[in-house]
């Protein structure tokens, strides 16, 4: 440590309560050097396999039991836990903010712990952690909710009175020792009740530095999601931005993920720029402690260089500047601190002894040069602030500064601190505000004018797997320590507050805090506040309403998952009571009304009450449902396809300020976030998708598909019918192909060789071409293959062709009036002619197919008419079953009421879904890879069908990402965008729903072909 950093170390004081996240983060002289990131992710550790993390706690070099020779001697195993003589060590739950998930240890570390001590470790149950509680009683812990067999009990944050034990000791961040007046009551219920209370932000060594501590986390999730509000400001401003499609961090299931998402944005501002109107971007980190640093490793994916703060104003100003990168600057104390009389920077000597002597000139020499404000630098009250209320007014009110000082990611989060107006820790739930100082007022719309603030105090929460496994193995050595009871040790001594009913010497003024504060009257009114059960007997959450127009199958999962969160209510409205009061049986918070989507003042009653709409309703009627959403303001969900109408109320949803997040089921949904995540992946590491096979379909699981057409429905049949025949367009093998829909299931694909045990053919689905730019593929032309199809066991396509042949999909209208399916069917082959035989309808069933009476393919057809009773089985029989469908208007909707009848599953029958992409990569070394992407679930006899399960589970993920506020992209989209994807297929894989990624040997690619079974020409 340099002698500067040293005197500096001392001069500080211990931080503040919302910023304990880096030490003399001012201290640092060393300029940044100027560098641009690469594109490639492979030289990064999100690859490598290295580490962002240090994974040692520095030494305490005058105390010879901390090396590994004393510590094996000191901890053998013991296996009989009676004559153990060290303590015992719980885990507790976490509960004062939703979002802590972390953990004070891994279960790696307990494992550990438990094999080098023999040591009892209990973990209260938690179904948040980070960390399963399967995992920990893995790791030989017991699971249980009573805490009171340990001696030490481990947390994060603080603990409610209601929860403390008397007599143990207690190690969590209390924030009491700078007399936080409003964890007082907390701290007299520790003394009261004689606890050992520890506090990690005092474990430092003697130099004062913290050796237990979240601050780089607190950095890289305050840079994350400093980038997505970014992008949030620039919308409110009307402006379109690659920042917009970055998530908050807690979106991402790892740091690495995160980064891959910026590395796209990277990518996007390298190949299109930042906003012009702009001017280059410029971004200002201040400090060069933990907390910047973490941040400056997660801005260095994106494309940037580092610049010396003095060339801000060149930069900021520069005609020429470049808007393919973003501009850095690192600044530090010499940077902005002069002394009130010599106008220079003197020393850091004289400016940490005598602060009142100095000021800052951060508001002149580099805000109003930054277009955003990273703070990660240590303030108290004796230090002059970075910049005052008046000082934004005075930026503010210059035109210059129209677009700069967009935004401020104040990671510190010191309250009223180094920015004067910084008011208030925000949450991660809402963790924007604006601050208007011409106005004079703080507002939460991106729209209007002021600078946007963002000020969680959790930071280190969102990314709960790293941050949980950083501070684990620093804080290992120490518990150790601590289950020898061994608290004369320097670092735990000097971290004790309270012990035994007294404050420890370094912390007698907390009584005095303790009498001012009115502490013991304060906590009495707090336990007598608390309920018989010990908990809050208010409850200040607000409630959700759900609106779900329809109520069909797919509902169940939905609603079931939205109804987890105690403080949401769902509205049913459905056209048939008896289904949505099925839907609704049992379930709590629930509500069913009538709907008739076309009785608008009923409709726009319904709307007006909710606060999202989810549409389960055919897909015609969801632009009608989105009529109202758009005027009464509210968001939408929809699982179907985005038809033209609904496209076209694009702008129209965007100046309401709303989202229609459509197409977010199984297909469409799951196959854009899986396709996404690979080619965002892809494009990532510097390569590109060459070429794109997509492949899905509903299927009965093999044992329940002895059926004709191999294939059973669990809905009305008609939209698997009609989809039959849609025209067809896709890309392959370097060549551009239609199929028209009457030839759709004749130019089938014969084999599709997902996986050998599975005999599958498919057909081709709709237009693929537009999914070139859905994707991000860029020209089609310049791929390969860009092609989506559905798949169906072999022989369901010729089967439904033949069927086509026959007139059972005619959908023009004629009338239905018959008593018999077979004379249904004869009146399809034959006209109104008199009674037929077996022989002559297969005669004519031959002719209308154009093939021999002895043809195979004849025999089959047979076969599945007499099957669905549309023929007689017995060579005599002539009435055969009678006719169900009177009610029918053409031949297609009476061929599915049959179908609906006689191919539905029956009890105990599992459905299955398949969706399986093929990517081909040309890496960046311009070697060339195949990556395949799969999902197959399975239904249950006891929850859900696979399909209504990957239908309704997306689609009830977005509505809760929408009702927290997740997705700030507005107008009619689809769920491309990083943060939407990443989140969902997290959250389908802890439902169960897991899409599996490989590399592969050799794609299907090369062998698929659409000539069909060369049973027709």
Same mark, same amino acid.
């Given at each position: 440590? =340099?002698?500067?950093?040293?005197? !500096? ?27 641009? =990131? ?74 550990? $712990? ?49 929860? $403390? ?48 501590? +979240? ?92 610049? %010396? ?19 850095? !600057? ?26 009142? $002597? ?160 009115? !502490? ?9 506040? $608390? ?50 009061? =099925?839907?609704?049986?049992?379930? !709590? ?20 009450? =909710? ?80 070429? +794109? ?90 791929? %390969? ?32 009036? +018959? ?17 037929? %035989? ?56 009476? +061929? ?28 960046? %070394? ?92």
């Amino acid at each position: 440590m =340099s002698s500067q950093a040293a005197l !500096a170390s001392r001069a500080l004081p211990r931080l503040s309560a919302c910023a304990r996240r880096h030490l003399s983060a001012t201290a640092s002289v060393k300029r940044p050097t100027v560098t641009t =990131s690469k594109r490639s992710l492979s030289s990064s550790s999100a690859v490598s396999g290295q580490t962002y993390f240090p994974q040692s706690v520095p030494k305490i070099q005058q105390h010879p039991q901390s090396s590994s020779l004393y510590q094996q001697q000191q901890f053998q195993k013991h296996t009989h836990a009676s004559l153990n003589p060290f303590k015992s060590v719980a885990i507790r739950r976490e509960g004062k903010n939703r979002w802590e998930r972390r953990a004070a240890l891994t279960p790696e570390a307990v494992e550990k $712990l438990i094999k080098e001590t023999g040591i009892k470790v209990y973990v209260q149950p938690s179904t948040k952690r980070i960390f399963s509680d399967d995992k920990y009683r893995a790791a030989g812990a017991t699971i249980q909710e009573d805490l009171s067999a340990a001696d030490i009990i481990l947390g994060i944050k603080e603990v409610p009175v209601k929860d $403390l034990i008397p007599g143990k000791t207690y190690v969590y961040f209390s924030h009491t020792h700078k007399g936080q007046k409003y964890n007082m009551p907390m701290l007299q219920d520790v003394l009261d009740k004689k606890i050992r209370l520890i506090d990690y932000e005092l474990m430092a060594n003697e130099q004062k530095q913290r050796l237990v501590l +979240f601050g780089k986390h607190a950095g890289y999730a305050g840079m994350i999601d400093g980038v997505h509000g970014l992008g949030q400001r620039l919308l409110g401003l009307g402006f379109s931005s690659p920042f917009l499609h970055v998530g908050m961090a807690h979106n991402y299931k790892t740091l690495a993920s995160a980064k891959i998402a910026l590395q796209s944005l990277g990518n996007t501002i390298q190949d299109e720029g930042t906003p012009k109107e702009f001017g280059p971007m410029t971004f200002t980190f201040t400090g060069s402690g933990n907390v910047s640093k973490g941040a400056q490793s997660v801005f260095k994916s994106l494309p940037h260089e580092f610049v %010396d703060p003095k060339d801000l104003p060149k930069i900021a100003k520069s005609k020429n500047a470049r808007l393919d990168r973003i501009y850095a !600057a690192e600044v530090n104390v010499e940077d902005h601190i002069r002394h009130k009389t010599k106008g220079v920077f003197t020393s850091l000597d004289e400016y940490f002894a005598h602060p009142e $002597l100095f000021t800052s000139t951060f508001h002149k020499d580099i805000a109003p040069y930054s277009s955003m404000v990273i703070n990660g630098a240590y303030w108290d009250q004796r230090y002059p602030r970075l910049m005052t209320t008046d000082q934004l007014k005075a930026i503010q009110s210059d035109p210059a500064n129209q677009f700069r000082m967009l935004s401020i990611a104040d990671i510190s989060c010191d309250i009223g601190g180094s920015f004067e107006f910084m008011s208030h820790a925000t949450s991660i739930e809402d963790p924007f505000f604006y601050v208007d100082a011409i106005g004079g007022k703080e507002h939460k719309h991106a729209e209007e004018p002021g600078v946007q603030i963002m000020s969680v105090d959790i930071l280190p929460s969102e990314l709960p797997m790293e941050s949980s496994q950083h501070f684990s193995d620093s804080l290992y050595p120490f518990i150790k320590e601590l289950i020898r009871d061994n608290h004369a040790h320097p670092v735990l001594a000097g971290a004790t507050i309270a012990e035994n009913g007294s404050l420890k010497p370094a912390h007698e003024n907390l009584a005095k805090v303790l009498k001012e504060t009115h !502490a013991k009257e304060n906590l009495a009114k707090l336990k007598s506040a $608390l309920g018989a059960n010990g908990d809050s007997t208010t409850i200040g959450t607000k409630r959700k309403n759900v609106l779900l127009c329809g109520s069909g199958f797919v509902a169940g999962p939905l609603v079931d998952y939205l109804l987890r969160d105690p403080n949401v209510n769902i509205t049913i409205a459905s056209n048939s009571q008896t289904e949505a009061t =099925s839907l609704a049986l049992g379930k !709590a918070n629930t509500k069913v009304v009538p709907l008739d989507v076309k009785d608008n003042a009923k409709m726009a009653s319904l709307v007006k009450d =909710s606060d999202i709409v989810v549409s389960f309703v055919p897909a015609p009627f969801h632009p009608i449902i989105a009529e109202h959403c758009i005027q009464e303001k509210k968001n939408m969900v929809t699982a179907s396809y985005i038809s033209p109408a609904m496209k076209a109320l694009d702008e129209r949803a965007q100046r309401a300020g709303i989202t229609i997040m459509n197409e977010i089921g199984l297909d469409p949904g799951i196959d854009h976030l899986s396709a996404m995540k690979m080619i965002d992946e892809v494009k990532a590491e510097g390569g590109k998708v060459t070429s +794109f096979v997509s492949w899905c379909g509903g299927l009965p699981a093999p044992e329940a598909s002895n059926v004709p057409l191999s294939y059973k429905f669990s809905w009305s049949p008609r939209g698997v019918l009609t989809a039959g025949l849609n025209d067809a367009k896709f890309r392959m093998h370097n060549g551009f192909h239609d199929i028209q829909g009457k030839d759709l299931m004749k130019k089938h694909f014969p084999d599709v060789p997902i996986y050998p045990g599975f005999a599958l053919e498919g057909v081709a689905n709709r237009d693929s071409l537009s999914y070139a730019d859905t994707y991000g593929l860029g020209p089609v032309e310049k791929l %390969d293959t860009m092609f989506r199809g559905t798949l169906r066991y072999k022989g369901y396509a010729d089967l439904m062709y033949s069927f086509n042949r026959l007139g059972l999909l005619n959908a023009e209208d004629s009338q239905q009036n +018959f008593n018999s399916w077979p004379e249904f069917m004869d009146n399809l082959l034959f006209g109104n002619s008199s009674k037929h %035989d077996n022989q002559s309808r297969t005669a004519a069933i031959a002719d209308r197919l154009d093939l021999p009476k002895n043809h195979p393919s004849v025999g089959k057809v047979v076969d599945a008419l007499q099957w669905l009773s549309l023929m007689p089985s017995g060579a005599n029989a002539h009435n055969g079953a009678p006719f169900t469908a009177q009610n029918s208007t053409t031949n297609l909707d009476s +061929f599915c009421n049959l179908l609906m009848n006689k191919l539905k599953y029956n009890p105990h029958e599992r459905d299955m879904v398949i969706l399986h992409h093929e990517f081909g990569v040309q890496l960046k %070394d311009g070697t060339d890879q195949t990556r395949t992407s799969t999902l197959v679930s399975y239904g249950t006899f006891e929850t859900y069908t696979a399909m209504a399960k990957t239908v309704g589970l997306p689609a009830a993920m977005a509505t809760e990402m929408l009702l927290k506020g997740e997705i700030p992209e507005k107008g009619v989209l689809a769920p491309t965008m990083p943060h939407v994807y990443n989140t969902i297929l997290e959250k389908l894989d802890r439902e169960g729903v897991s899409v599996l990624e490989q590399i592969v040997q050799k794609g299907m690619r090369p062998m698929l072909k659409w000539g069909g079974s060369g049973v027709f020409k």
